[in-house]
């Protein structure tokens, strides 16, 4: 009897003192209460783990779930932020979030990222489509077309051991995976759960097939950015909370289930202990049951009690149970709220900061233009009064020339504020570009190669045919000085595009865009690409990166945009180029049903 106290007192002991280990201490407190809410970012498109439920419109997923079980229990105010993978990376990287909801470990990476302790293990494979036999293990991948979504640790796995291959990179595993089933890619690299997801959820499973063993298993994990060992802290003791009281293993069962042959195997392993514990019950019970009968009553009474008392305390802990319920979802509403109150108001600071510089580049321009419209009428009327041999007239004539290029100053400042007037006729934005194509070609004189992606279909956009062939040859020809070399390629293109409401709150500059089909103008390049601390300044009236520029070119590129209500969206990534897209609002465009 002793042994047995003295093992259950050494058992508490343990466990009294592993439990801190979980709790925050009061340094870690205080920072949560300092910092207040953590903004998390992740991939929109990552399921089962992290991704916006298609039917719900919510993000969801095994690592949010996670993550706001942890952020309830520790008492801090979590939020989230969808992109995709590398804006993600770059997002922590930079200070513009604190935490990164799901990464791979690897030695590259952890010269950028401090990681937690591993969260879920997930294998990735090669993926090709079904006829194919050529490709069954890494070896085979040589010189060979791959998709691979950007940023992704594949690039870096390749690249380890030596495989030289055609990169084909997508935003998301689900682009990648119809690049192999349209043929754009030889085979895919990703995540299993993930393509598996996309096969059974797009019916691809006749089309597309994996191939070999699991390449490497990916130690997921949440990552800070390096040096903030404060909040790693944080979310590894949350995670340990996780894993210690079960919540992990129950978010695991709910997305990913239990294989019925398990759950079998649990079950049998008691029929044996039971049927003899029974058959010894009845043995016992049929020797002395003369000697029990008053036993048997009073074991009867104190039954009907337990039993009274069972049935409250199933009622306690289901009514427990719907309160918990409840406040996770209040949590998640809340959360939901905050992240879109937080767009907002970025997106409101953002307009008004635009809204009050275009007011005053439109009222300089027009009282610029009142003054200088007198300067070159008293010049004019000066160069009448003298001579043409006169050395003044000399002067003037160049004075006047310097008069012409301010007006054409003046001029860029009021596209910039969308002020400047313009026609406003029904256009064929696929027709203007095929008619400007040859003069496009006259931008590049340094051979660039362009290729134009223009469709048969007829894109009516209302606006102006001059402003808009001027946005075309802006963005060509900073198109083409952004070439690395002399035959760089780029590429025009126009084509119909349906955003719906998460993707037109996505496009940032310009107008405010609604859910729908737009006319999409887009210019790709294979340039060094935008610094990302420098893609928040490029439509800046004054701001340019060039030894000789004005930066207005942009500014104003940006006002004709905004005056035709338009928008635009930069996607750049160093070193492999810039792409920039014009959205324009279709005349008379039907809406998806």
Not at 101 to 113: A, D, H, K, L, V
Request: charge should be negative; include cysteine; charged fraction near 25%.
């Amino acid at each position: 009897m002793k042994k047995s106290v003295a093992i259950l007192a050494a058992l508490l002991y343990c466990a009294s003192a592993a439990w801190p280990e979980t709790k925050l201490n009061a340094a870690e407190r205080a920072w949560l209460a300092e910092k207040g809410e953590i903004l998390f970012v992740g991939q929109t498109a990552y399921p089962p783990f992290e991704f916006l439920h298609p039917r719900h419109g919510e993000y969801t997923g095994m690592a949010i779930e996670l993550i706001r079980w942890i952020a309830t229990e520790l008492g801090f105010p979590a939020v989230f932020e969808p992109m995709s993978f590398a804006e993600a990376q770059e997002a922590v990287v930079s200070g513009r979030a604190d935490a990164i909801t799901g990464i791979f470990r690897s030695e590259e990476r952890e010269r950028r990222f401090t990681f937690s302790a591993e969260v879920f293990s997930v294998p990735a494979s090669i993926f090709v489509k079904r006829e194919r036999t050529d490709i069954v293990e890494l070896s085979d991948l040589e010189g060979k077309r791959v998709a691979v979504q950007r940023g992704d640790y594949a690039i870096e796995f390749l690249r380890e051991y030596g495989i030289n291959v055609d990169f084909r990179y997508t935003d998301n595993f689900s682009s990648a995976l119809n690049a192999v089933v349209q043929g754009e890619a030889d085979a895919l690299i990703g995540d299993e759960q993930i393509v598996l997801y996309y096969i059974y959820d797009g019916r691809l499973t006749g089309a597309v097939k994996k191939t070999g063993e699991a390449l490497y298993i990916g130690s997921d994990c949440m990552a800070v950015a390096l040096g903030n060992d404060m909040l790693i802290n944080i979310l590894d003791k949350g995670l340990a909370r996780a894993r210690d009281s079960g919540t992990l293993a129950t978010i695991y069962e709910k997305w990913l289930g239990v294989a019925y042959s398990a759950q079998a195997g649990s079950s049998s392993a008691w029929v044996l202990p039971l049927s003899l514990a029974l058959g010894a019950a009845l043995i016992l019970a049929a020797a002395v049951s003369f000697w029990t009968l008053q036993l048997r009553r009073l074991v009867r009474l104190k039954t009907d009690e337990l039993s009274k008392l069972n049935a409250a305390l199933k009622t306690s802990n289901q009514n427990l149970t719907a309160a918990n319920a409840q406040l996770v979802r209040d949590m998640e509403e809340r959360s939901r709220f905050e992240e879109e109150r937080r767009r907002l108001e970025t997106r409101m600071i953002k307009a008004q900061s635009y809204e009050s510089m275009a007011l005053m580049a439109g009222g300089i321009a027009h009282d610029f233009n009142n003054l200088l419209t007198a300067i070159v009428g008293g010049m004019n009327v000066a160069l009448l009064s003298m001579g043409e041999q006169s050395e003044a007239a000399g002067y003037l004539n160049r004075s006047l020339e310097v008069a012409k290029q301010a007006g054409e100053l003046a001029r860029r400042m009021l596209e910039f504020s969308g002020l400047n007037i313009f026609a406003n006729e029904k256009l064929n934005l696929s027709e203007l570009v095929r008619e400007a194509a040859m003069v496009l070609r006259s931008l590049s004189p340094n051979g660039a190669h362009i290729e134009f992606q223009l469709p048969e279909e007829a894109l009516f956009v209302q606006g102006d045919a001059v402003q808009l062939r001027q946005v075309l040859a802006n963005l060509v020809a900073n198109a083409v000085e952004a070439a690395p070399d002399t035959q760089a390629a780029l590429t025009v293109a126009v084509r119909r595009e349906y955003l719906n409401t998460e993707a037109a709150k996505r496009v940032k500059y310009g107008a405010s865009l609604e859910g729908g089909s737009y006319a999409l103008l887009e210019v790709r390049d294979k340039g060094i690409g935008i610094a990302p601390e420098n893609r928040d300044k490029i439509f800046n009236p004054f701001y340019t990166t060039k030894k000789n520029g004005r930066g207005l070119g942009l500014a104003a590129l940006l006002g004709i945009v905004k005056a035709h209500k338009g928008a635009i969206n930069v996607e750049s990534e160093e070193p492999h180029g810039t792409a920039i897209r014009v959205y324009l609002p279709l005349l008379d465009s039907p809406q998806p049903n």
